[in-house]
């Protein structure tokens, strides 16, 4: 491991942007399909790997739903969870801000408490045992529609005191974020934070990040890098203080690149963006390894990935108190190496 990689490595930091389906690993994907009976068309891990083959999201997409069908029983996601909590851990992770979405799972008859319990028990035994902070923000489906989405809202709010906030991800394409208005202002309304995914060069991608900034007033945005094609927006946003989850190399698989000039320069003008995994059983990296892919990329040093951890507490839901507190703890990580941040 370079010096820079265990830097990257051993840096307190929080994941802001990672999807619990999207940790499901291929070996873990094998025993939960044994335990429950199922039938796996691929029959080794290169097999399955073999069919990573994404050009975009939808490609993506295509893979990863029916993936999940071996997700059943509230074990099942707790087992999940606990797998990507614990690699979170080795990848110096303290705090994790979690999706997930209950409705690919209800949609194909599995109960919304299996999902919440068996998630939510994870979150409760890594607090426990690991010493990590987990959240779980709740995804609406955008391709399933507004009527879906806010029965599932009304589904979740017996529950609401194990979900911090909600998001909207799936497919973009003719799925653009003021279809959800409603959904997301009774979310608000229920005092649920709001950040919604603006995938990347999607049609309309800054039409969607204007509305989902002035129409939706997300408290983040999840992507959301063609914001740098409207330098009125970057300044709303620099203003607002507004959270970037980026994921860099989730970025490389659905597009040709990771987008690494649109986040140094977004990180460079001041703006609060994060580097986080996104799916990373899929992309094949977590979140310290998007840190370094990054930092490989563009060339940044420590104390650019010092920023970017600092940066993932101040955008996180966290309260004032607890964000100072591991922003403190970022900054004494630094200086003990000889990092020195910036401001
Ligand atoms: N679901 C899982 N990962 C996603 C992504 N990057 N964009 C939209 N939906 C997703
Ligand atoms: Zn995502």
Known sequence: MTDLAAFAFGLPKAELHLHLEGTLEPELKFALAARNGIELPEKTVDEVKATYDFTDLTSF?????????????ADDFHDLAWAYLQKAKEQGVVHA?????????????????NVITGYRRAAVRARDELGISAELILCFLRDLGADYAMATLMEALPYRQWILGVGLDSDE?????TKFTAVFARAKAEGFFLTMHCDIDQVGSIENIRAVIEEIGV?????GTNIVEDPSLVALAKERGLGFTTCPVSNSFVTEQMKSDEIVGLLREGVRVTVNSDDPAYFGAYV?????????????????LAQLAVNSFEVSWLTPSRKDAYIAAVRDYAAAQGVALAN
């Open 219 to 223: 408290d983040r945005i999840d992507h």
């Open 61 to 73: 997409l295509a893979v990863y739903y029916p993936a999940m069908r071996v997700l059943q029983t």
């Open 288 to 304: 310290a390894e998007n840190y370094v892919a990054l930092a490989e990329q563009a060339g940044l040093g420590p104390a650019d």
């Open 173 to 177: 394409r003719d799925n653009p974020p």
């Open 97 to 113: 801000e979690m999706f997930f979405d209950p409705q690919a799972h209800t949609s194909r008859g599995v109960p919304f408490e």
